[in-house]
């Protein structure tokens, strides 16, 4: 079973912030948050990962809760090319060859 | 960044016939493979796991048999279709650990389509 859960769907309007949630209430110590995209037909696409501080890249930030059993990531101008399914994962820092489950994730869609 | 291609990116065969699909890993040495399958509108679902040297891992209630998978080299997994049906039409992907800065990386997929 996956490690995450996420609501299946979520709309936001273009312009606006989309905020996408993820439980991880099981998270070890060492297990990293890791999010990923997929576009309709596409693999999946890397956005942005953490341990326990907050991260901002060019594409997203990452907040994690103090506790870690949850996360939020943020999309702070939405456009109509984030309509994709957004992945939440677990990982280990060395445990990176065991196998991934993937939850059904969140479909956001993007309005105009 | 870490990169995998996968190829090809769609394909139609006759019933019965095999499917081979590659992935390599470009700039980087991925001594394990993931294959997922997607149907449409669900999520990936793990098939196997490959390592290089060795025999692959099927999840429960996939066919070993059915799903031939090779990790010939540190930077080349192939996944097999063997006598391919309509209900082996899918999306497949592989992905590779690629380091903490990515996770894992994914191919593009490969639509598979059996007609």
């Known amino acids: 079973d996956a490690k995450t859960t996420q609501p299946p769907s979520m709309d936001c309007a273009e312009g606006r912030a989309a905020n996408l949630p993820c439980n991880h209430s099981t998270i070890s110590g060492n297990e990293y948050v890791y999010w990923y995209r997929q576009i309709h037909s596409q693999g999946p696409q890397y956005i942005i990962h953490?341990?326990?501080n907050n991260e901002t890249n060019e594409m997203a930030s990452l907040i994690i809760t103090e506790d870690r059993k949850s996360s939020t990531l943020i999309l702070p101008h939405a456009t109509l090319r984030d309509t994709a399914v957004y992945y939440c994962?677990?990982?280990?820092?060395?445990?990176?060859?065991?196998?991934?489950?993937f939850g059904p994730g969140t479909s956001l869609s993007v309005i105009p | 960044g870490a990169v995998v291609s996968q190829h090809p990116s769609r394909v139609i065969c006759k019933s019965g016939t095999s499917v081979k699909i590659e992935c390599r890993s470009l700039d980087f040495q991925a001594t394990t493979m993931f294959w997922y399958r997607q149907f449409p509108k669900q999520s990936l679902m793990l098939m196997a796991t490959s390592n290089e040297g060795s025999k692959a891992t099927y999840e429960q209630g996939v066919e070993k048999d059915k799903f031939l998978i090779n990790h010939a080299s540190l930077t080349l997994s192939t996944l097999t279709v063997t006598s391919a049906h309509p209900e082996d039409s899918s999306f497949y992907i592989c992905?590779?650990?690629?380091?903490?800065?990515?996770?894992?990386?994914f191919g593009s997929g490969t639509r598979l389509t059996v007609v």
């Open positions: 953490g341990l326990k």
């Open positions: 992905s590779a650990p690629s380091g903490l800065n990515y996770g894992y990386t």
């Open positions: 994962i677990v990982r280990g820092a060395k445990t990176s060859y065991d196998k991934v489950i």
